[in-house]
C-alpha cells in the first residue's frame, strides 16, 4: 500500500517570498512518479509538477521547483517568488501502483499581499 | 473546449433518492477514474476503469455504480442516498500503460458537489 503524508496542513507566505511544502511518501516499488497538484478555489486541480523517481535530477517549472530526496521518501515543493495567484490547496500525490494516484491530505496555502 | 466534463456541477438532492453524475472526456485517453474529496478536502479513489474495464474499484458502497458505455465516457450512479455521501466527485482520465507505474498526469474534471440533504 502507498502512503503520502503533508505534515503542513496550512501554511501562509508573503507575496513575493519563497515558502517549501513538505511531502513525504511510501512506497515498496522501484519505479514511480511524484507529483504536486494546485486545487484553487475555483476547485480544478491542476498538475504544477512532476517527476520521475528514476532521475535524480530534480524537477522545474518556472517558479516551482521540487526537492527529491529518494532514501529518504522526500518529495518538498519550493514556490519562488510567490504570487496572490498561488494561494489554493496544494496536494502531493505519488503514482507508483498503475491505474491511481494516491495524494495526500493537502496543505492549504495563503499567500498574504 | 473542456478536455473532461462533468455534469451537474452542483446537484442538491434529499436521502435516500437516486442520483447519477456523468463524466465525459475527449482527450483520447483510455482510463477513467472517479475520486471522492470529503469535507476535509481528502481525495481518494473510489473507481478507475481502462478501455471500459473496471481496474480498480475501492471499498465503496454497492450503492455506487459506475458505468462505462465507452472509453470516453464514465458516469457514477448513486442509489439510496446518505448524508455521509455529500462530497465533490471528481472524474478525471490518463493515458495508461497496463502493467506500468502511472506515469502520466491525471486530467481532472472540474467536479461536481452534491449535498444531501
Known amino acids: 500500500a502507498q502512503t503520502v503524508t503533508q505534515s503542513q496542513p496550512e501554511m501562509s507566505v508573503q507575496e513575493a517570498e519563497t515558502v517549501t511544502l513538505s511531502c513525504t511518501y511510501d512506497?515498496?516499488?522501484?519505479?514511480?512518479?511524484l507529483f504536486w497538484y494546485k486545487q484553487p478555489p475555483s476547485r480544478q486541480m491542476i498538475l504544477v509538477i512532476r517527476?520521475?523517481?528514476?532521475?535524480?535530477q530534480n524537477a522545474t517549472e518556472n517558479r516551482f521547483s521540487v526537492n527529491f530526496q529518494k532514501a529518504a521518501k522526500s518529495f518538498s515543493l519550493k514556490i519562488s517568488d510567490s504570487q496572490l495567484g498561488d494561494t489554493a490547496m496544494y496536494f502531493c500525490?505519488?503514482?507508483?501502483?498503475?491505474?491511481?494516484?494516491?495524494f495526500g491530505k493537502g496543505t492549504k496555502l495563503s499567500v498574504i499581499p | 473546449d473542456t478536455a473532461v466534463s462533468q455534469t451537474p456541477k452542483y446537484l442538491v438532492t434529499q436521502m435516500g433518492n437516486d442520483k447519477s453524475i456523468k463524466c465525459e472526456q475527449n482527450?483520447?485517453?483510455?482510463?477513467m477514474y472517479w475520486y471522492k474529496q470529503d469535507s476535509k478536502k481528502f481525495l481518494k479513489i473510489m473507481f478507475s476503469?481502462?478501455?471500459?474495464?473496471?481496474?480498480i474499484n475501492e471499498t465503496v458502497p454497492n450503492r455506487f455504480s459506475p458505468k462505462s458505455p465507452d472509453k470516453a465516457h464514465l458516469n457514477l450512479h448513486i442509489n439510496s442516498l446518505e448524508l455521509g455521501d455529500s462530497a465533490v466527485y471528481f472524474c478525471?482520465?490518463?493515458?495508461?500503460?497496463?502493467?506500468?507505474?502511472?506515469?502520466?498526469?491525471?486530467?481532472f474534471g472540474e467536479g461536481s458537489r452534491l449535498t444531501v440533504l
Open positions: 517527476q520521475e523517481a528514476y532521475k535524480q
Open positions: 476503469y481502462n478501455n471500459k474495464e473496471l481496474i
Open positions: 478525471a482520465s490518463s493515458h495508461e500503460r497496463q502493467g506500468a507505474p502511472n506515469t502520466g498526469e491525471l486530467f
Open positions: 482527450l483520447g485517453h483510455d482510463t
Open positions: 512506497t515498496s516499488e522501484n519505479n514511480y512518479y
Open positions: 500525490a505519488s503514482g507508483a501502483g498503475s491505474y491511481q494516484l494516491t
